[in-house]
C-alpha cells in the first residue's frame, strides 16, 4: 500500500528497491537503505510529496522483515549479481509497473523505469593497493557503467563525489550526495568522569579489515600501558579473514601491564550504545573511508574522538569534538590520543553539548526528504 492517500493532482510513485544486500546481513549498505526506507513515511507527510508505493527484491522475505518496520511489497529474487541485474529485476521491473528502481553500485542492465544508481564510494581506485586486481577490475567496469548510463546518481559525501567524478568522467553536480545518518541512540550519557587513575576506556566500532587499522588502536593502548596509563581497548566489529585473525591473535596475546583488549561482535543495537555511553573516548584510525557512520554515531552520544584526517572522514571534523591526526602517522594517532586525555572533562563537556547538534544534523528523515526529489527524476537541492 502507499505511505500516505493521493489527493487531486498527486500520483502514487512505485519505487523497486534492489534489497539483495538484506539477504547478506548488517552492513553499511543495508544500513543505509533499510533507514532510509523506513523513513520514507515520516519524510513524505512532512514534505506533502506524492505518495509511494515500495517494493522489494531479495531472495527472502524474512531477510526484509528484519531491518524494515513499515509496510511493502514483497518481489522475490533469485540469482546471483548477473543474473540479479540481467534478468531477476528487470522482470521484476516489469511485473510491478515501476516507476523508479533503485540499486546500489550497479544498476539493472536492462530497466524500463528511472534508474537511480547509490554509488557509495570509489576507494578501490583511490587505494588499490588495498584491493585486488580482480576486484578492481570488475568494479571499475560495472560502476563506471552505471554512473554513467543511471539517470540519477547518488552518493554519501562529497568526498565520494568527487571521486565518483574524477574516475567516471561525469560532471560532480549532477551526483546528488545523499548521506549516511544515525537512528534512535536514547539519551546521552552523564555519567560523571572518574578521578585520573582509572583505567581510560576505548572505543572503536568497525568490521575487522586492515584498512581500518585495528591494530593501530591495539599498539596505541599498549604503548599507553608503557608510560604508566591504564587502559581498557573495546573493538567491536564483525570478523573474517586473515586480518581479523591476527587481530585476535594480537588481543589474546599478552599485554603490557596496566592494558586489557576484548573483541566484541554480534551485539544489538542497545548494546552498542551503552558501550558508547561507557566509553571515554572514540578511536577511528581508518586508512580511508566513504563516510564514516561510527563517528557521527558516538558524536551523537557526546564522545570525544580522536580520528584519522583523510577522505570522508575529513568532511565529517566539524562534527566531533576531539582530535584529528595524520593520518598516515602512527605516532601521531599515539600524541592525538595524549591531547584528548590530558583535556578530557573539557573534552567530554564539548562533546555533550555538541551532541544535540550532531543528531538534528543526521536524521534518517531528512535523508529521506533528500531521496523524495530522485524519485521525481529531478536532482535534491
Known amino acids: 500500500m502507499p505511505f500516505s492517500t493521493p489527493s487531486q493532482g498527486q500520483a502514487t510513485i512505485r519505487v523497486l528497491f534492489d534489497c539483495h544486500t538484506f539477504?547478506?546481513?548488517?552492513?553499511?549498505?543495508?544500513?543505509?537503505?533499510?533507514?532510509?526506507?523506513?523513513?520514507?513515511?515520516?519524510?513524505?507527510?512532512?514534505?506533502?510529496?506524492?505518495?509511494?508505493?515500495?517494493?522489494?527484491?531479495?531472495?527472502?522475505?524474512?531477510?526484509?522483515?528484519?531491518?524494515?518496520?513499515v509496510p511493502f511489497i514483497y518481489v522475490p529474487m533469485r540469482g546471483g549479481f548477473l543474473a540479479r541485474n540481467a534478468i531477476a529485476l528487470?522482470?521484476?521491473?516489469?511485473?510491478?509497473?515501476?516507476?523508479?528502481?533503485?540499486?546500489?553500485?550497479?544498476?539493472?542492465?536492462?530497466?524500463?523505469?528511472?534508474?537511480?544508481?547509490?554509488i557509495h564510494d570509489v576507494l578501490f581506485l583511490d587505494y588499490p593497493g588495498l584491493f585486488s586486481w580482480k576486484y578492481?577490475?570488475?568494479?571499475?567496469?560495472?560502476?563506471?557503467?552505471?554512473?554513467?548510463?543511471?539517470d540519477l546518481v547518488a552518493t554519501v559525501s562529497d568526498y565520494s563525489r568527487e571521486r565518483i567524478a574524477h574516475h567516471f568522467q561525469v560532471d560532480a553536480s549532477s551526483i546528488t550526495v545523499i548521506p549516511n545518518a544515525v537512528g534512535e541512540v536514547g539519551e546521552l550519557s552523564h555519567k560523571a568522569l572518574e578521578p585520573l587513575g582509572r583505567p581510560l576506556k576505548l572505543l572503536y566500532v568497525s568490521r575487522l579489515?586492515?584498512?581500518?587499522?585495528?591494530?593501530?588502536?591495539?599498539?596505541?593502548?599498549?604503548?599507553?600501558?608503557?608510560v604508566g596509563m591504564h587502559v581498557e581497548l573495546t573493538l567491536v566489529g564483525?570478523?573474517?579473514?586473515?586480518?581479523?585473525?591476527?587481530i585476535e591473535a594480537q588481543a589474546a596475546a599478552p599485554s603490557p601491564a596496566g592494558a586489557t583488549v576484548r573483541l566484541i561482535s554480534g551485539i544489538s543495537d542497545e548494546q552498542l550504545h551503552d558501550l558508547y555511553r561507557d566509553t571515554d573516548i572514540f578511536l577511528f584510525p581508518s586508512e580511508c573511508e566513504g563516510f564514516g557512520i561510527p563517528i557521527i554515531e558516538a558524536a551523537?552520544?557526546?564522545?570525544?574522538?580522536?580520528?584519522?584526517?583523510?577522505?570522508?572522514?575529513?568532511d565529517l571534523r566539524h562534527s566531533y569534538i576531539g582530535a584529528a591526526?595524520?593520518?598516515?602517522?602512527?605516532?601521531?594517532?599515539?600524541?592525538a590520543i595524549r591531547t584528548v586525555v590530558a583535556d578530557l572533562p573539557a573534552q567530554r563537556i564539548q562533546a555533550r553539548a555538541r551532541a544535540p547538534e550532531v543528531r538534528h544534523a543526521y536524521r534518517w528523515v531528512t535523508v529521506a526528504e533528500q531521496m523524495l526529489p530522485l524519485f521525481q527524476g529531478r536532482i535534491a537541492s
Request: some cysteine; hydrophobic content about 40%.
Open 300 to 314: 551523537a552520544l557526546g564522545v570525544p574522538c580522536v580520528v584519522a584526517d583523510n577522505t570522508a572522514l575529513s
Open 90 to 118: 528487470p522482470r521484476a521491473i516489469k511485473a510491478t509497473c515501476a516507476d523508479v528502481v533503485v540499486s546500489q553500485y550497479v544498476r539493472p542492465f536492462f530497466a524500463r523505469a528511472r534508474t537511480i544508481s547509490v
Open 209 to 226: 579489515e586492515r584498512r581500518k587499522r585495528q591494530d593501530w588502536c591495539i599498539r596505541a593502548t599498549h604503548v599507553l600501558a608503557q
Open 136 to 150: 578492481r577490475f570488475v568494479r571499475r567496469l560495472l560502476f563506471g557503467w552505471a554512473a554513467r548510463h543511471s
Open 23 to 69: 539477504d547478506a546481513g548488517p552492513q553499511g549498505t543495508t544500513t543505509f537503505l533499510a533507514a532510509i526506507i523506513n523513513a520514507l513515511p515520516d519524510a513524505i507527510q512532512r514534505t506533502g510529496s506524492d505518495p509511494v508505493e515500495i517494493y522489494c527484491a531479495a531472495h527472502d522475505r524474512s531477510a526484509i522483515e528484519r531491518f524494515l518496520t
Open 325 to 335: 591526526f595524520q593520518s598516515d602517522s602512527f605516532q601521531d594517532f599515539v600524541r
Open 238 to 246: 564483525s570478523r573474517s579473514g586473515s586480518y581479523a585473525a591476527e
